[in-house]
Each structure stands twice: as structure tokens, then as C-alpha cells.
């Protein structure tokens, strides 16, 4: 059985517009895919229209076997519980500490009244520690998230979607508000992450050379199409010309391991991603 399988997928706005115009996927492994393309291609769209954040006009969308769009309100609370998102903006609560914010990716699992008291299960609190120490914020469960740069802010994100362990990560421009290290750190962390609990992840990214060294599959849209699916190394000048235009990509393409000397603190190599051997500094 696929992880996720999406067949013939349209999403048309008032007037006319298709946003997704028979998107056809199919996840049959825990792989990391990268979704390229223009602005306006329908790279968002896909990505929220799998949790119903945008509610698709026709088409299937199946995860472990489960149609999606066809739930109701209830149901569906219980599908995004195994969906975790990752979101550009962070979309954290600013006034709550971190501990809290990673905690609340625990709200489809506990009752209202625990939610509502704070009061989560020891075990609970004891993986958000865990994951906290992972992505790099061990000592910060305490501070405020409106104390954090963007940078850790997206690993309380992160640290947020797993703890729901989901199905399926859905991850949304991770790194647009980032600079380009902090952008490295951040994809090679996703990646990590998924491919250590063998979680499928959908990555919507601009960065084609960052989608070339962290992803194992690349889809890319236009016009609401999907013109490429297939390993990051076919993606081609000609290739890349038909997703976006005519363009010198002789500069843009990924070529070997040309990634950031980053060092790794911990002395372990844990995944070995397009050439990149080792985990980044995660520390700001």
C-alpha cells in the first residue's frame, strides 16, 4: 500500500483559475520529495490541499489507504493528527514558551482538559525534551518563542510536527525567511529527521540547489502540472528551462559535494545526503 497516493488532484478558484490541474503522486517509501517551481505554479496549494488546509475542487488524495477528501469535520481532525506541518511563518504562539509550543503537537492525543490544564503525559514531556536536545535547543524549553530568532524558531516547528508522530510531514518554504546557512542547517535537519523515523516528507522549496542536496525524489509544477518527477541529478539545464524558463543554470545546479563546511559537535555521521557527510552545527 502507497504511504500517499494522489490521483488527478484539481483545485480551481472563481473564475476559472486552476491552481492543480490533475496532479497525479504516489509515495510508496519514506523519502524525502522536493516540490519545485515557479511562484504561482501550485507548489502551496498541493502541499495544503493533502491536509485539507485548501480544499481541493476534485480528485483523490489517499494516505495509508485513507481518502482524504471526503472526511468529515471529525474525521478529519483525526487525519491531521497524522499529518505534521511545517510552516514558513513558524505559526507558533509567541507568548507561550517553547516547551509549550513543541507540546501542543500533542493536542490530537490528549483531551481538552489535559490541554487546557497544561497537563500533558510524563512521557510526552519527556520526547519533547528528546526532541528539543535533537534539533538543537536543549536548555531553551523555558524561553519565550517570541524571544527566538527565525532559526530556532523553525526547529521549535520541527521538534512541533514531530511530536505528533505523523504519517506524513508536509513542510511549506522552510527556509524563504532564513539566511543560507541557517537554510542548510534547517533542510539538513528535515531530512534527518524524516529519514531517521522513517517518515515521507513533502518539501515545498524555491532553492533548486538546496532541493538537489537534500531530497531524494523532485517533483516540480507549472501552471498547476507536474512536468518532472525523478531523482535531483535529472534535473537538467534543458530540464530546469522547461519548469522555468530559458536561464543559464550552469551556476544554479548542484554540482558534487560544494556544501557548507559546517562541523559536526557530536563527531557522529548520521546520513549521507547528496555527498553531505555528517550533521551540521544546529546551534546559533
Known amino acids: 500500500m502507497a504511504m500517499l497516493e494522489i490521483t488527478d488532484l484539481i483545485k480551481e478558484y472563481p473564475g476559472g483559475l486552476r491552481a492543480l490541474d ?25 502541499i495544503r490541499c493533502i491536509n485539507r488546509l485548501v480544499e481541493p475542487t476534485s480528485g483523490s488524495i489517499k494516505l495509508g489507504g485513507q481518502e482524504l ?26 507568548r507561550l514558551t517553547v516547551m509549550e509550543n513543541v ?9 481538552f482538559w ?23 535547543l536543549e536548555g531553551r524549553h523555558d524561553t519565550r518563542a517570541d524571544a527566538l530568532s527565525g532559526g530556532q524558531r523553525q526547529r521549535v516547528g520541527i521538534a512541533r510536527a514531530l511530536m505528533q508522530k505523523p504519517d506524513l510531514l508536509l513542510v511549506d518554504e522552510p527556509t524563504a525567511s532564513l539566511d543560507p546557512k541557517t537554510s542548510r542547517q534547517i533542510m539538513r535537519l528535515i531530512v534527518e529527521l524524516a529519514h531517521e523515523r522513517d517518515t ?17 525524489r523532485v517533483i516540480a509544477l507549472k501552471d498547476g502540472r507536474m512536468v518532472f518527477d525523478g531523482a535531483p541529478d535529472g534535473l537538467t539545464p534543458d530540464v530546469l528551462n522547461d519548469i522555468y524558463g530559458e536561464e543559464d543554470w550552469n551556476a544554479t545546479i548542484r554540482k558534487g559535494d560544494d556544501d557548507d563546511d559546517d562541523n559536526d559537535n557530536t563527531g557522529k555521521s548520521t546520513l549521507n545526503i547528496a555527498g553531505i557527510i555528517g550533521r551540521a552545527v544546529i546551534a546559533e
Do not use: C, W
Open 22 to 46: 490533475g496532479v497525479s503522486l504516489t509515495v510508496s517509501e519514506p523519502q524525502v520529495v522536493a516540490v519545485i517551481g515557479s511562484s504561482g505554479a501550485g507548489k502551496s496549494t498541493l
Open 69 to 94: 477528501t471526503s472526511l468529515n469535520r471529525r474525521a478529519l481532525r483525526g487525519a491531521r493528527s497524522r499529518i505534521g506541518m511545517i510552516f514558513q511563518e513558524y505559526n507558533l504562539v509567541e
Open 103 to 111: 507540546l501542543s503537537g500533542r493536542l490530537g492525543a490528549v483531551s
Open 114 to 136: 489535559q490541554a487546557f490544564r497544561r497537563n500533558y503525559p510524563a512521557d510526552d514531556v519527556a520526547a519533547a525534551f528528546e526532541l528539543l536536545d535533537r534539533v538543537g
Open 200 to 216: 515521507p516528507a513533502l518539501v515545498n522549496i524555491h532553492d533548486v540547489a538546496l532541493a538537489q542536496a537534500s531530497s531524494d
